[in-house]
């Protein structure tokens, strides 16, 4: 079955990106997996890559508590720059927030597929991977 080509992790938590590294490869859901360990450094990667939308990621696993450049403000500038790109990017929330006011937020915006409640499991991404019409993939 498809894998995204691109993944992007997006997350301070250094723990949590071991552990989801792990679980992306049981899942087999990405050719390529890039961490990012706060907002603004992913923004800066998007914006540097604009010129080659083969470097931007198929899909963003985004957290939305980080210091610099949390989730909200990461989408807030990527936003931006979705409409005019060639390529699909698929934007996921990931929080350990199970705040309704973030999952209503999260549904309000056109460029958000969903919320995920933390921690993430393969089931869960396999659910992301059928969301995205990609289906579940086998290693």
């Known amino acids: 079955m498809n894998k995204v080509n691109r993944l992007w992790v997006v997350d301070d938590d250094e723990i949590y990106r071991f552990a989801i590294k792990i679980i992306i490869n049981r899942a087999c859901i990405a050719e390529q997996t890039f961490y ?19 470097q931007l990621p198929d899909l963003i696993l985004l957290d939305l508590n980080m210091p610099v450049l949390d989730g909200w403000q990461f989408l ?7 409409p005019s790109l060639s390529k699909k990017v698929n934007i996921f929330l990931v ?6 006011e973030d999952f209503e937020r999260a549904r309000s915006l056109r460029d958000v597929h969903d919320l995920i409640v933390k921690p993430l499991t393969i089931k869960a991404l396999n659910e992301v991977m059928l969301r995205l019409q990609e289906g ?3 290693c």
Do not use: C
């Open 36 to 54: 990012f360990d706060n907002g603004q450094v992913a923004v800066d990667a998007f914006i540097e890559n604009l010129s080659d939308p083969s």
């Open 76 to 82: 807030d500038a990527v936003g931006k720059l979705l």
């Open 95 to 100: 929080s350990s927030s199970n705040d309704e």
């Open 136 to 138: 579940p993939v086998a």
